[in-house]
């Protein structure tokens, strides 16, 4: 890919007591990174603020916010006293512990500690969770845990009744995507928050209580009625969708319900056996940067690539004379206003012109055999096509990595956009 800029999705494993079992992560095989650095001109006066560590209790799990702690010098964790087993860069989902970055702050981050009920139940009291730094110090937070079955449970605790989800009806189809109206019942709450994925793990969900938030593949707001309206986005899409009723003395979520909206669905950028095959996802930091898009291997192979709906050529770089082999590769690229977003195609060969229409599921270009950006040689094992999207926003460069989270929240994660 290009080069540049940080949001971080870490997945961690570890042994915790005789509670959890272990979880394994590996590491992606991935496009090469440069990295440039910038000199600092004038001296600035700064303040520096003590590190801090400070820990939320909520239905989740336990949430941990660091202060003033620079993640780049973070090499590992403990609580207890006992080191966590692995921090790696990972590929899967993985429910119980996510890092990340909440701002475009490096300094500042969070970690969240998610737990199935009865593991909370039993990690009730004191407790100690530290962050290992590069320079052998160690910081650390003492955590005073106090859970029990009324904060899980609102029918345990007199609180509300779970919702009962009622339009969309499950599985219905054909649902036009204006103004949907999503509705349920419910007893004994005072407000519900609804949460509506484009996928059924619900991945781009941070489930915070009152700082609750979604990423592009999913919506959630809190309201005081038992229904909400609100447009969808994709055609031929399955949503899915999820409501917590609220009170003062508990919350409790719904069971998970689904539709699927008119039209045809997103036609994918490749044929179907690569969309099944090996991938590097959206938001993975790797080599130095944060991926913007989603990589899709056709190792070995050079197949045609599609466009994922009707659209005008912006910009095509795949001709230029760019002095080495891989610099050609690394940089080629075409980008298609489709409308009411972009998409930039990476690693192509394509002779389309600026200004060109393109048709929805017509191709548009092939895989390029890649190539080492260091030494120059053939890299045909690592063949793949790159695919970032913006929406309303049209970018000429940095179209591969971010090393920032103000960054890569130029663009959204293209899963739903191409059929995955």
């Given at each position: 890919?290009?080069?540049?800029?940080?949001?971080?999705?870490?997945?961690?494993?570890?042994?915790?007591?005789?509670?959890?079992?272990?979880?394994?992560?590996?590491?992606?095989?991935?496009?090469?990174?440069?990295?440039?650095?910038?000199?600092?001109?004038?001296?600035?006066?700064?303040?520096?603020?003590?590190?801090?560590?400070?820990?939320?209790?909520?239905?989740?799990?336990?949430?941990?916010?660091?202060?003033?702690?620079?993640?780049?010098?973070?090499?590992?964790?403990?609580?207890?006293?006992?080191?966590?087993?692995?921090?790696?860069?990972?590929?899967?989902?993985?429910?119980?512990?996510?890092?990340?970055?909440?701002?475009?702050?490096?300094?500042?981050?969070?970690?969240?500690?998610?737990?199935?009920?009865?593991?909370?139940?039993?990690?009730?009291?004191?407790?100690?969770?530290?962050?290992?730094?590069?320079?052998?110090?160690?910081?650390?937070?003492?955590?005073?845990?106090?859970?029990?079955?009324?904060?899980?449970?609102?029918?345990?605790?007199?609180?509300?009744?779970?919702?009962k989800l009622v339009t969309p009806a499950y599985k219905a189809t054909g649902v036009p995507q204006s103004n949907v109206k999503f509705s349920w019942n419910s007893a004994g709450a005072t407000n519900y928050r609804i949460v509506i994925s484009q996928n059924s793990s619900f991945s781009g969900f941070k489930d915070l209580n009152e700082k609750s938030s979604c990423d592009s593949s999913c919506f959630t707001t809190t309201t005081k009625l038992t229904s909400y309206n609100k447009n969808m986005d994709i055609s031929g899409h399955t949503y899915y969708w999820k409501?917590?009723?609220?009170?003062?003395?508990?919350?409790?979520?719904?069971?998970?319900?689904?539709?699927?909206?008119?039209?045809?669905?997103?036609?994918?950028?490749?044929?179907?056996?690569?969309?099944?095959?090996?991938?590097?996802?959206?938001?993975?930091?790797?080599?130095?940067?944060?991926?913007?898009?989603?990589?899709?291997?056709?190792?070995?192979?050079?197949?045609?690539?599609?466009?994922?709906?009707?659209?005008?050529?912006?910009?095509?770089?795949?001709?230029?004379?760019?002095?080495?082999?891989?610099?050609?590769?690394?940089?080629?690229?075409?980008?298609?206003?489709?409308?009411?977003?972009?998409?930039?195609?990476?690693?192509?060969?394509?002779?389309?012109?600026?200004?060109?229409?393109?048709?929805?599921?017509?191709?548009?270009?092939?895989?390029?055999?890649?190539?080492?950006?260091?030494?120059?040689?053939?890299?045909?094992?690592?063949?793949?096509?790159?695919?970032?999207?913006?929406?309303?926003?049209?970018?000429?460069?940095?179209?591969?990595?971010?090393?920032?989270?103000?960054?890569?929240?130029?663009?959204?994660?293209?899963?739903?956009?191409?059929?995955?």
């Amino acid at each position: 890919m290009y080069k540049k800029n940080i949001a971080i999705i870490v997945f961690l494993s570890f042994i915790f007591s005789s509670f959890i079992t272990p979880v394994f992560c590996s590491k992606a095989v991935a496009d090469e990174v440069t990295t440039t650095s910038e000199e600092t001109t004038e001296e600035e006066q700064i303040t520096v603020e003590p590190p801090s560590l400070v820990f939320y209790q909520h239905p989740e799990g336990i949430y941990i916010e660091a202060r003033n702690i620079n993640i780049d010098n973070v090499v590992g964790f403990t609580l207890n006293g006992e080191s966590i087993d692995e921090f790696c860069v990972g590929m899967g989902e993985v429910d119980q512990f996510i890092l990340t970055t909440e701002t475009e702050n490096p300094d500042v981050f969070s970690l969240l500690l998610k737990f199935p009920e009865e593991i909370l139940l039993n990690l009730s009291g004191k407790h100690t969770f530290g962050l290992k730094l590069a320079d052998g110090t160690q910081i650390e937070t003492p955590m005073d845990l106090n859970y029990d079955s009324s904060l899980f449970d609102g029918d345990k605790a007199g609180g509300p009744a779970a919702p009962k989800l009622v339009t969309p009806a499950y599985k219905a189809t054909g649902v036009p995507q204006s103004n949907v109206k999503f509705s349920w019942n419910s007893a004994g709450a005072t407000n519900y928050r609804i949460v509506i994925s484009q996928n059924s793990s619900f991945s781009g969900f941070k489930d915070l209580n009152e700082k609750s938030s979604c990423d592009s593949s999913c919506f959630t707001t809190t309201t005081k009625l038992t229904s909400y309206n609100k447009n969808m986005d994709i055609s031929g899409h399955t949503y899915y969708w999820k409501v917590r009723a609220n009170n003062s003395q508990g919350a409790i979520w719904s069971d998970r319900s689904e539709f699927s909206t008119s039209g045809s669905p997103k036609v994918t950028p490749l044929a179907s056996s690569y969309m099944s095959g090996s991938k590097i996802d959206f938001g993975v930091y790797i080599n130095g940067g944060i991926h913007t898009g989603i990589d899709i291997l056709t190792p070995n192979q050079n197949p045609s690539v599609y466009a994922i709906a009707d659209g005008k050529v912006e910009y095509n770089t795949t001709s230029k004379n760019y002095p080495t082999n891989a610099d050609k590769y690394w940089n080629a690229f075409v980008v298609i206003n489709h409308g009411n977003f972009y998409a930039y195609y990476g690693h192509l060969n394509s002779s389309l012109a600026v200004g060109s229409k393109v048709t929805k599921g017509n191709p548009i270009g092939t895989i390029r055999n890649a190539y080492n950006l260091k030494t120059n040689a053939l890299w045909l094992s690592n063949n793949h096509l790159h695919i970032s999207i913006t929406v309303g926003k049209l970018l000429n460069n940095s179209w591969g990595y971010q090393a920032t989270q103000a960054g890569l929240s130029q663009f959204v994660n293209p899963k739903s956009y191409i059929g995955l």
